[in-house]
């Protein structure tokens, strides 16, 4: 006879956060993005514990209950034009406890998993590219057109990359010219239009903290790839170890 397992009681609390207004932009369906980011970070399931996944808009109480959450998942960008420049919703009075929150609690040992347009989001809150271990520079970040790509894993003994395949293929967009910290270890790349390899996928412990960062997921063909996904619940498994 065949029973159905009993959910945890404990499961770990993840929050997707998903741009919004001032963190948002006309190029990035974040709400869709996010949705496809926690379907698949509901498969995970760690140490008999599942997981509770939970979607939330950026609004500046939006990180009031963090101290409650295991992981916290980015994925919000940068709005233009800008809410900022336009007048439209809080002022940056009213996001400082927003950012001062996500800093402190990141720095705590909190685990953060930030993808594709995080690179370029928060640029109020100073402390969010050390807490990210890099950021996308105006006037110098770009990323060529949107194709079929290769991501390049690295071969070292890094529990993400540890007995994974070497490369995940997906349509994606490919970041290049990202400013990488020299402290975060570079798990992954993409190819330029030159043939150069450009770091798109890091982990970092420098803050104080655990994150990763991805920059793939620009829509939502690329949590088509199966080896996609897998690369995420193993990021996913080792923030939360």
């Known amino acids: 006879m065949t029973t159905t397992p009993e959910p945890s009681e404990n499961p770990y609390r993840v929050l997707v956060l998903a741009g919004?207004?001032?963190y948002?932009?006309?190029w990035h369906d974040h709400a869709a993005t996010s949705h496809?980011?926690?379907l698949a970070l509901?498969?995970?399931?760690?140490?008999g514990r599942t997981t509770d996944v939970v979607v939330r808009s950026t609004f500046p109480d939006a990180l009031d209950d963090l101290d409650d959450v295991d992981l916290l998942v980015v994925n919000a960008g940068t709005s233009w034009p800008g809410f900022r420049e336009a007048g439209i919703g809080p002022d940056d009075d009213a996001?400082?406890?927003?950012h001062a929150r996500l800093d402190a609690w990141a720095r705590d040992d909190g685990r953060v998993l930030a993808v594709h347009q995080s690179a370029n989001t928060f640029d109020d809150a100073p402390g969010w590219e050390e807490i990210l271990g890099g950021r996308w520079v105006p006037d110098t970040s770009y990323h060529p057109p949107f194709r079929r790509t290769e991501v390049t894993l690295a071969t070292g003994g890094h529990p993400i990359i540890a007995g994974s395949p070497g490369s995940v293929d997906l349509d994606d967009e490919r970041y290049c010219?990202?400013?990488?910290?020299a402290s975060s270890e570079v798990l992954g790349w993409v190819p330029d239009d030159d043939?150069?390899?450009q770091p798109v996928v890091w982990a970092t412990e420098e803050h104080g903290g655990r994150t990763v960062y991805s920059g793939l997921g620009h829509d939502v063909r690329a949590y088509d790839s199966p080896g996609y996904r897998?690369?995420?619940?193993?990021?996913?498994t080792w923030l939360l170890a």
């Open 36 to 38: 496809r980011l926690a």
């Open 195 to 197: 043939g150069g390899r």
């Open 42 to 47: 509901d498969e995970l399931e760690l140490g």
């Open 230 to 236: 897998n690369l995420l619940l193993r990021a996913a």
């Open 24 to 26: 948002e932009d006309p």
């Open 177 to 181: 010219a990202l400013r990488v910290a």
């Open 20 to 22: 919004r207004g001032r």
């Open 95 to 98: 996001w400082a406890p927003f």
